[in-house]
């Protein structure tokens, strides 16, 4: 039974928003499938692993019958993606399998009962909700999410700490050798709260966001949080744990400063970098007023070295870092 046909873009786009979730050997199969469904003329696409819930839609309303089907996110989105650009294809449900169809090419997926297909329970409650430009979130999480520690047995850490309080709302992260805080104003007054955000949560949402003013919509529910934005929605599961008081970390009353510009700071320890110790990647940075000298060595002896005018009237200071750090950082 014809029960879909639309262009490859179409059905390529929302399926390629859903699909970073899934894993491709789950010990639960179907977890593996995405669920496709068509009410009326739009075609929603839905993947989760369990923690993250991720549900979009066709960007235009398509022909076809109504239906509800699950089959494998990655052998959909591998055949579409082979499939020539502007192609129609065609969908087929018989038996329960899936054929699609693209010009002379012809290929016949497995499917799984939608019924089947497990969707987290969403909270209704709302504790706080607010919005701000998809742009401006995207680069709140630009300036923070390199500081996520990756698999640290500390859970809490492998996150984003957010938090809202007045007009404000705050995004934090560490690994515990750095840490990132950037804030932004919206325009609501918010309940003082916080919630750690998975790194796969956070990882996800980046990629989809877009550099635009278009709105996304962030709802802290019981235990979840929601975006909304455009046709796609992303539920998640908070981590349960908590985060380090970050402002004992950061510290007060500095009276070492020195201005430079980005791209000549960043551009200066890329080259520095070439020789650092592989293994420690330390740099050195000795300031004096008006100048500043980059300094890296490794096992051979071999030495980069990069001289710097900056604007600094301070105390004469050497100090050392991790040069990967720094570069996160300016990147």
Do not use: W
């Amino acid at each position: 039974m014809l029960i879909l046909q639309a262009e490859r873009d179409a059905l390529l786009k929302p399926l390629l928003a859903v699909t970073g979730i899934v894993e491709r050997r789950h010990t639960l199969p179907i977890l593996s499938n995405v669920l496709i469904e068509k009410k009326g003329g739009q075609v929603g696409f839905l993947a989760t692993d369990l923690e993250i819930q991720i549900t979009t839609a066709s960007a235009d309303e398509l022909p076809g019958e109504d239906f509800r089907l699950t089959t494998s996110a990655k052998k959909l989105q591998d055949i579409l993606r082979a499939i020539p650009d502007k192609t129609t294809v065609t969908l087929e449900q018989l038996d329960g399998r899936l054929t699609l169809k693209a010009g002379k090419s012809r290929f016949n997926l497995q499917t799984l009962p939608a019924e089947d297909f497990p969707l987290l329970s969403v909270g209704s409650a709302s504790e706080s909700s607010f919005s701000l430009s998809q742009r401006e979130l995207k680069r709140l999480i630009s300036q923070v999410q390199f500081a996520m520690a990756v698999q640290d047995i500390r859970y809490y850490l492998n996150g984003l700490l957010m938090q809202t309080d007045g007009n404000q709302v705050k995004l934090i992260a560490t690994d515990g050798h750095r840490l990132a805080f950037a804030s932004a104003d919206v325009e609501a007054t918010l309940p003082k709260a916080e919630v750690i955000l998975p790194r796969k949560t956070i990882l996800e949402l980046y990629k989809l966001l877009q550099d635009s003013d278009d709105e996304i919509n962030i709802e802290v529910l019981a235990n979840q949080v929601r975006f909304s934005f455009g046709s796609t929605v992303i539920i998640s599961k908070v981590v349960d744990g908590k985060f380090p008081d970050y402002n004992r970390v950061i510290p007060l009353d500095n009276d070492k400063i020195f201005l430079i510009e980005r791209l000549t700071f960043l551009h200066a320890l890329q080259r520095a970098a070439i020789l650092a110790n592989e293994k420690f990647r330390g740099v050195r940075l000795v300031l004096a007023p008006g100048k500043m000298s980059i300094l890296c060595t490794n096992s051979e002896q071999e030495e980069a070295e990069e001289e710097l005018e900056i604007a600094y009237q301070g105390g004469e200071l050497e100090i050392g870092f991790n040069i990967n750090y720094l570069l996160d950082v300016l990147t």
